[in-house]
């Protein structure tokens, strides 16, 4: 299986600040590597797939980027709605993995 | 407008079996390239990927869940059904059936674009 593991584990951080999440794994997955965002009580909800493709409906404020065996997740500016567990998944090979989470909270 | 329901018990005591139905709507499993998939989520931990099925009926399991899974598809019901035999307390977890992304020729590898909003399943004697 790819193990895929997330750094850091917690994230604080004020509101209007740039978040950096990192997501490695441990063979390469090319581009195949989904991000979801989850907030408490609730199923994950796709942001972006491919590494860097957007899904409909996501602010812009989020992107990614990476291939092979890194990638990121970046907030260009944190908002209060943006509070919630960051996962990456990779899609290239199955089983599909996910990561652990990545928990962003408010400084 | 595509959404799933999961449905099944709340509570199953240890050797059971668990059976898991995810009625969906506004997309048809017989459609070229479409696939649902089921995912868990214990308590307080990360996601686990258990299984899919294709609208060709290729299905595909977690290799350390394979022996105790079945995933099937009714779609005439627009349903997916999974079970899982002899559950233990560490199968305790929230359950989501989820639609995989569908685009362009659809040759590509996708993720999973809509959720339901997931069973928790807890299992205690």
């Known amino acids: 299986d790819i193990q895929m593991t997330q750094s850091p584990s917690t994230l604080s951080a004020s509101v209007g600040d740039r978040v950096t999440i990192t997501c490695r794994a441990s063979?390469?997955?090319?581009?195949?590597l989904a991000w979801y965002q989850q907030k408490p009580g609730n199923a994950p909800k796709l942001l972006i797939y491919k590494a860097s493709s957007l899904e409909s409906g996501v602010p812009s404020r989020f992107s990614g980027s990476g291939s092979g065996t890194e990638f990121t997740l970046t907030i260009s500016s944190l908002q209060p709605d943006d509070i919630a567990t960051y996962s990456c998944q990779q899609y290239n090979t199955y089983p599909w993995t996910f990561g652990q989470g990545t928990k962003v909270e408010i400084q | 407008q595509i959404t799933l329901k999961e449905s099944g018990p709340t509570l199953v005591k240890p050797t059971q079996t668990l059976t898991l139905t995810c009625t969906f709507s506004?997309?048809?499993?017989?459609?070229?390239?479409?696939?649902v998939g089921w995912i868990r989520q214990p308590p307080g931990k990360a996601l686990e990927w258990l299984a899919l099925i294709y609208w060709d009926d290729d299905k595909r399991y977690s290799p350390s869940l394979k022996t105790r899974l079945t995933i099937t598809k009714d779609t005439s019901k627009n349903q997916v059904v999974l079970t899982m035999t002899n559950m233990d307390p560490v199968d305790t977890a929230t359950y989501y059936c989820?639609?995989?992304?569908?685009?362009?020729?659809?040759?590509?590898?996708?993720?999973?674009?809509?959720w339901g909003q997931g069973t928790l399943v807890t299992v205690s004697s």
């Open positions: 063979q390469s997955i090319s581009s195949w």
């Open positions: 506004g997309f048809s499993l017989s459609s070229s390239g479409v696939a």
């Open positions: 989820a639609h995989k992304k569908y685009y362009g020729s659809g040759s590509y590898p996708t993720p999973l674009d809509y």
